[in-house]
Structures are given as C-alpha cells and as structure tokens.
C-alpha cells in the first residue's frame, strides 16, 4: 500500500486547482469537523456529531479535506480495508459550493487515492438526497432496503 501521509492530488477543472489532501494540522481539523457538522448534522436538524471519533484517526483511515484555491470546500474520510476495498465515509460540500461540480471533483479524486492504496471497490452508505449523485457518477445500488442506501462502485 501507498504511504498514507504527505500526498496531495490535483485536479484541474477550468482555471481553478482543486486538490485532496489528508488532514493533519489542527486548522484542517477544525474545518474537516467544521464542514462535515454543519451539512451532515445541522442542516438536516441532527445532534450528536462527535469531533473526536476514535474512527477519524485510525491509521487506515483517512480523513480529506477538498480545497479549491485557498478555500476548504469539501471533506470526507476513506476507510481502507485489507482485502482491497474502501468505505466512504461522511462525503460533505460546503453548502454554497453544492452543485457546481465539486462533489464530481471530489470524488474523482477519492477513486484516484484508493487505487494508489490499492483498492479496486469502494462502498458508501448515502443518505437517500445523495442517491442520485452516486448513480450518475457510476455508482451502482446495492442495497435501498436502509435507511441509507448501500452504494457501491468498482475502480478501474
């Protein structure tokens, strides 16, 4: 497996550089926390986020910041698993950067990531809002019979 620190990719999209980037200082943690609280939780009238859930800072998980230009716009975290798959966790766009292409971005660059790990299938548990999205980005349904639906996707 590809070393899980010091790595950035970058994703060129008109004139703006868009790059996933683990998180490791404290000022990408608060964002990272900050991002995925407000879309996840608050907006949806949810309690109960924790910033300090011992999953975030597993060595095989990896938790990403989205950054376009000098703005933090995204923020999930991969789960990298021994048998060659990936979980992805938490998938959140700042709200007023939503539908402008980021998630698409975003997730382009998570496939890239968890090939360079080694995966070959990455799984996600959308919220049913979210459904849509990892269809047209060429995910596939597993499971709708949750409360949020089992996607899942092969890498090439």
Do not use: C
Not at 94 to 106: H, L, S, T
Not at 131 to 146: M, N, S
Request: glycine fraction near 6%.
């Amino acid at each position: 497996m590809a070393s899980n620190t010091d790595f950035v990719f970058i994703i060129l999209r008109e004139t703006t550089d868009l790059k996933l980037v683990q998180v490791l200082s404290q000022p990408e943690w608060e964002a990272y926390h900050r991002i995925r609280r407000y879309v996840l939780f608050d907006l949806r009238g949810l309690s109960g986020y924790d910033d300090h859930h011992p999953d975030d800072r597993k060595p095989e998980h990896l938790p990403l910041i989205f950054v376009d230009g000098d703005e933090i716009v995204g923020a999930l975290r991969l789960d990298l698993t021994w048998n060659g798959n990936g979980v992805v966790r938490t998938v959140a766009i700042v709200a007023e950067r939503q539908r402008q292409g980021i998630g698409r971005a975003m997730m382009t660059a998570v496939d890239t990531l968890a090939m360079a790990h080694e995966a070959f299938r990455l799984e996600a548990h959308a919220a049913p809002e979210a459904v849509g999205f990892y269809l047209k980005i060429g995910w596939e349904l597993v499971d709708a019979h949750r409360p949020n639906a089992l996607m899942a996707k092969l890498l090439k």
